[in-house]
């Protein structure tokens, strides 16, 4: 079956910390990926996209993904946290020229200041 | 706890005819939200709205598209007339106090 596993639901780091968040998906053919950040109180909204090509991707506020095609990963990263990227971060996974998407569970992430 | 359900999960309609989508949230969450997906872009939010009430319409086209949220039964995106550039994923999420979950999707094709 096809799925998106995000490891960690629930993340707090200190600010300038550095922020790895796992997305693991299972599909069996090509796949476009990406991140969506949902602030307190607000809707989705898209931080990077990963089509073809360099596997690095790099996203607004910072953040950059790695497509890791043999391991089926796309973890977002970001070097140094702010309180301000306090959210929930989505993982979602949608095959290549069609429609359908499927998202992981989310994970909420809380910087202290 | 079904989940976010979404239906039809596939709609056909020739141009100028109306479509309606339905999106039953999760059981206990209030807050829906609407999001268009054209063939190989992200997630654009639409509408997001609470019982009876649209709070944010932001990203809804000024013409043919509504949405409502009714006290009881689930929340409808319904689209007047309809065009080809119609055509794409519409994806309902549902929030309440600790979570955030998607629906599968209606595929809306516009013959």
């Known amino acids: 079956a096809q799925s998106v596993s995000q490891h960690n639901h629930h993340v707090i780091l200190s600010e300038a910390a550095s922020l790895e968040l796992g997305c693991n998906y299972s599909?069996?053919?090509?796949?476009?990926l990406f991140w969506y950040v949902q602030y307190p109180g607000q809707h989705l909204q898209l931080l990077l996209k990963y089509f073809s090509g360099d596997p690095l991707v790099k996203g607004i506020k910072g953040f950059e993904a790695e497509f890791i095609k043999s391991k089926f990963s796309f973890n977002l990263r970001k070097p140094s946290v702010q309180w301000s990227d306090t959210a929930e971060y989505f993982c979602?996974?949608?095959?290549?020229?069609?429609?359908?998407?499927?998202f992981g569970a989310g994970t909420r992430l809380f910087v202290k200041a | 706890n079904a989940g976010v359900m979404q239906n039809p999960r596939h709609l056909v309609r020739r141009r100028g005819q109306e479509a309606r989508l339905r999106c039953s949230p999760m059981?206990?969450?209030?807050?829906v939200y609407w999001y268009r997906q054209l063939p190989e872009e992200g997630l654009k939010f639409m509408v997001y709205?609470?019982?009876?009430?649209?709070?944010?319409e932001s990203g809804m086209p000024k013409e043919r598209f509504s949405a409502e949220f009714p006290k009881e039964g689930p929340s409808i995106l319904r689209i007047q007339q309809v065009v080809r550039g119609d055509s794409a994923a519409y994806f309902c999420?549902?929030?309440?106090?600790?979570?955030?979950?998607f629906g599968s999707g209606t595929r809306l094709t516009v013959v």
């Open positions: 709205l609470q019982k009876e009430n649209i709070i944010d």
């Open positions: 979602a996974v949608m095959n290549t020229g069609g429609f359908k998407t499927i």
């Open positions: 599909y069996g053919g090509t796949v476009n």
């Open positions: 999420a549902s929030s309440g106090e600790k979570s955030y979950t």
């Open positions: 059981k206990g969450h209030s807050h």
